[in-house]
């Protein structure tokens, strides 16, 4: 965790979701963005949830990152009750693995927006690159860093080359 208050909270609707979200907590530690994780479930912790959402904008929290699976109603119930960003992670669990999570996280109504990547591990880490965008708006060290991660991945592109195909 980044020293400081955090301005990133990222909540997770089960502990089962942590290895899933992991990439996001890695990045955002990587980029140097101080950020809080809970776990708060939309349907098993409504009340606690929503007093949580609404106390984020208060305590400096600029950007929230909610993730859950199956019938994912956390992000959009967080944005219901803050006016800050949210990312919304869809987490692949239970047998349709994400598309349940997918459709419920993005099928927000107008003006309640649920900015939402993709399902699993890979929108956990786009949701930390998402997350510090939005911040390098307002800071210049957040900017040089995410900056700094393109160039990263697109030297590794232009490094790399084919792989030779594996003998049948
Ligand atoms: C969602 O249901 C959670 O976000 C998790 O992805 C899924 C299963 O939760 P558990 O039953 O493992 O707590 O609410």
């Not at 309640?112 to 990547?117: D, E, L, R």
Request: proline share 7%; net charge negative; charged share 15%.
């Amino acid at each position: 965790m980044v020293e400081g208050g955090a301005v990133v909270a990222v909540i997770v609707g089960s502990a089962s979701d942590s290895e899933q979200i992991t990439p996001c907590l890695e990045t955002l530690e990587q980029l140097g963005i101080s950020h809080e994780a809970r776990v708060l479930s939309a349907h098993r912790t409504p009340h606690e949830l929503v007093e949580y959402a609404a106390g984020l904008e208060g305590r400096g929290v600029r950007v929230v990152v909610a993730a859950a699976g199956m019938a994912a109603h956390l992000a959009g119930v967080v944005a219901a009750h803050t006016n800050l960003p949210v990312v919304g992670v869809p987490m692949a669990s239970g047998p349709l693995a994400g598309i349940d999570s997918l459709l419920a996280t993005v099928q927000m109504p107008p003006g309640v927006p649920v900015g939402t990547v993709a399902i699993g591990p890979a929108g956990a880490r786009n949701a930390a690159f998402l997350a510090a965008r939005i911040l390098a708006l307002g800071d210049p060290a957040v900017k040089q860093r995410v900056d700094r991660a393109l160039e990263e991945g697109r030297d590794r592109v232009l490094g790399s080359a084919l792989q030779a195909p594996e003998d049948a």
